[in-house]
């Protein structure tokens, strides 16, 4: 393999996220590497599936796939994959929701492990987008796609130039703005989440900045019964979403 298909390519590992890269964009998979040593079912339910999709399956010992994922992480399973045409802008994903827009914005969240659970539940809710600014938050990469179980694919996440100018920008649209903090003085669970609704959230521990703090038309808390006092971002994702999602009557049974 030449130095110029190296850095074309990247590596997706796990289970979850190799099934929907090759679900849903089967022309970007080069090869999946496997543990030629594993042989329970979970593998060679995997194997039939990619092989099912008529992709090339590559026999490799740990060692290789632990080089190729860059982490012992990988379950015994990674890909060599071409990266996916840029995401949308914003506008665009906004243009093309049919009902009333949910987005997700994430203030500070540089741990991949967060913002690949951020967007695992931002899929489950039903979010049409999760954005960050691009100074203050971690990019797609390996670790988050593995965390994402797949979400890394399907849930559009885009990074802007400034968070507080895309705040201005949502309003526009007459999308409410809501941000979670620690000190609200008002609920979670009595504001308002059935319109279109953007939620803005901070990273554990500094929480929101000043000034999309100041951008947000509406501060909530989460309230807290326990001895702890702050949530993982991701938690806290998942419990406003939601909610969100439950005053939207949109729950299936």
């Given amino acids: ?42 593998m060679r339910q995997f194997v ?15 060692e290789r796939l632990t ?3 860059g982490t012992a992480r990988h379950q015994g399973v990674v890909a060599r994959v071409t990266p996916l045409a840029a995401r949308h802008s914003l506008d665009d994903v906004l243009d093309a929701v049919a009902g009333p827009p949910l987005v997700l914005l994430l203030d500070g969240v540089t741990d991949p492990h967060n913002l690949g659970a951020c967007l ?23 670790t988050v796609a593995k965390v994402a179980s797949g979400a890394a ?29 620690d000190d609200a003085p008002r609920s979670l669970y009595e504001a308002d989440l059935s319109g279109p609704l953007a939620l803005v959230l901070g990273a554990e521990g500094t929480g929101l900045r000043q ?11 989460i309230p807290m019964a326990g001895a702890v006092e702050s949530l993982n971002v991701s938690v806290a994702a998942g ?3 939601y909610e969100a999602r439950r005053q939207r009557g949109l729950v299936k049974s």
């Fill in 211 to 221: 000034l999309p703090r100041r951008s947000c038309d509406e501060l909530v808390r």
């Fill in 120 to 142: 695992r539940v931002a899929d489950g809710a039903g979010a049409h987008a999760v954005v960050a600014p691009s100074d203050h938050a971690v990019g797609l990469n390996a």
């Fill in 239 to 241: 419990i406003c979403l």
């Fill in 67 to 69: 080089r190729l994922a």
């Fill in 1 to 42: 393999m030449n130095a110029a298909a190296t850095k074309a390519t990247k590596a997706l590992y796990g289970f979850h996220a190799v099934t929907v890269r090759a679900k849903t964009a089967p022309e970007s998979v080069l090869e999946v590497h496997v543990d030629a040593t594993r042989r329970d079912a979970r």
């Fill in 153 to 181: 694919e399907t849930v559009p996440y885009l990074m802007v130039t400034n968070l507080a100018r895309t705040l201005g920008e949502l309003k526009e649209r007459d999308i409410r703005v809501v941000g979670a903090v």
């Fill in 48 to 62: 039939e599936r990619i092989a099912g999709a008529g992709l090339r399956i590559v026999d490799s010992d740990d």
